[in-house]
């Protein structure tokens, strides 16, 4: 069963990632929040999704690596939900949600699946296959699966891309509804999505990492608030200096 961890408690991450021996984040400290969601915001190529997979333990590709230190002396369970929903097609919504467990050799409880498929507002399709769904209800699925798995912290590698905008606002919305207390960990490049989920938020800059400002409202923030639209400007203009320092 995943924790509540007291606010004022945070996992630190730090240390360097390379690319084919040549620095991509350099020297980086990092402090995940616990019970809050943390953003990663930045643009392509400056090792945020490969930052994720570390903290994970999911292998790399062989042209990257890392000295990265993760001080987890609680000894905290991550989950991942990655770009895309990877559910397997030959299964259905229910027997995806619970895969990780059946390859763990893990009890299954079919009820406690069954609940939380129902809370995503999938009910009807518990024995559908992937084909037959929508990219909105493939993410659902994803989202009922990941609370399944019960992890103490959930990495989010950019959960939202493949998704139109109308779909894309009502999944982040019932996903926010249903971690709110959870502690998440997300990258994105979206600096309206950023802004949005946000209890904390980061920018890759001249590869290292560091906070930004946010509005004082709690999320989820209104997009059309004025002061999130400067901190929106805000961040477009630490990505343009991003680029300029790499071109």
């Given at each position: 069963?995943?924790?509540?961890?007291?606010?004022?408690?945070?996992?630190?991450?730090?240390?360097?990632?390379?690319?084919?021996?040549?620095?991509?984040?350099?020297?980086?400290?990092?402090?995940?929040?616990?019970?809050?969601?943390?953003?990663?915001?930045?643009?392509?190529?400056?090792?945020?999704?490969?930052?994720?997979?570390?903290?994970?333990?999911?292998?790399?590709?062989?042209?990257?690596?890392?000295?990265?230190?993760?001080?987890?002396?609680?000894?905290?369970?991550?989950?991942?939900?990655?770009?895309?929903?990877?559910?397997?097609?030959?299964?259905?919504?229910?027997?995806?949600?619970?895969?990780?467990?059946?390859?763990?050799?893990?009890?299954?409880?079919?009820?406690?699946?069954?609940?939380?498929?129902?809370?995503?507002?999938?009910?009807?399709?518990?024995?559908?296959?992937?084909?037959?769904?929508?990219?909105?209800?493939?993410?659902?699925?994803?989202?009922?699966?990941?609370?399944?798995?019960?992890?103490?912290?959930?990495?989010?590698?950019?959960?939202?891309?493949?998704?139109?905008?109308?779909?894309?606002?009502?999944?982040?919305?019932?996903?926010?509804?249903?971690?709110?207390?959870?502690?998440?960990?997300?990258?994105?490049?979206?600096?309206?999505?950023?802004?949005?989920?946000?209890?904390n938020l980061y920018i890759t800059s001249n590869k290292g990492i560091k906070e930004l400002d946010l509005p004082s409202s709690s999320p989820i923030r209104q997009i059309n608030d004025k002061i999130l639209n400067k901190n929106y400007h805000k961040i477009l203009n630490e990505l343009e200096i991003g680029y300029n320092e790499n071109?």
């Amino acid at each position: 069963m995943s924790k509540i961890i007291k606010k004022n408690k945070s996992l630190n991450i730090n240390g360097s990632i390379y690319l084919n021996n040549k620095e991509l984040l350099n020297n980086i400290n990092l402090d995940i929040t616990l019970n809050k969601w943390n953003t990663l915001v930045g643009r392509s190529g400056t090792g945020k999704s490969t930052l994720l997979k570390i903290i994970a333990n999911i292998n790399i590709p062989k042209n990257f690596t890392n000295k990265i230190n993760i001080n987890n002396k609680y000894n905290y369970g991550f989950s991942l939900m990655a770009q895309d929903d990877l559910l397997l097609p030959w299964l259905t919504v229910l027997e995806n949600v619970v895969l990780g467990h059946r390859l763990r050799r893990e009890k299954v409880d079919l009820k406690k699946a069954t609940k939380l498929i129902k809370k995503v507002n999938l009910g009807q399709a518990l024995y559908s296959m992937p084909s037959t769904l929508s990219g909105g209800m493939r993410q659902r699925v994803a989202i009922a699966r990941t609370l399944y798995e019960d992890k103490d912290i959930i990495l989010m590698d950019e959960p939202f891309r493949s998704l139109d905008s109308i779909t894309k606002l009502k999944i982040q919305n019932l996903t926010y509804s249903l971690l709110k207390n959870k502690t998440i960990f997300m990258v994105t490049h979206d600096p309206i999505e950023a802004l949005t989920l946000s209890n904390n938020l980061y920018i890759t800059s001249n590869k290292g990492i560091k906070e930004l400002d946010l509005p004082s409202s709690s999320p989820i923030r209104q997009i059309n608030d004025k002061i999130l639209n400067k901190n929106y400007h805000k961040i477009l203009n630490e990505l343009e200096i991003g680029y300029n320092e790499n071109e």
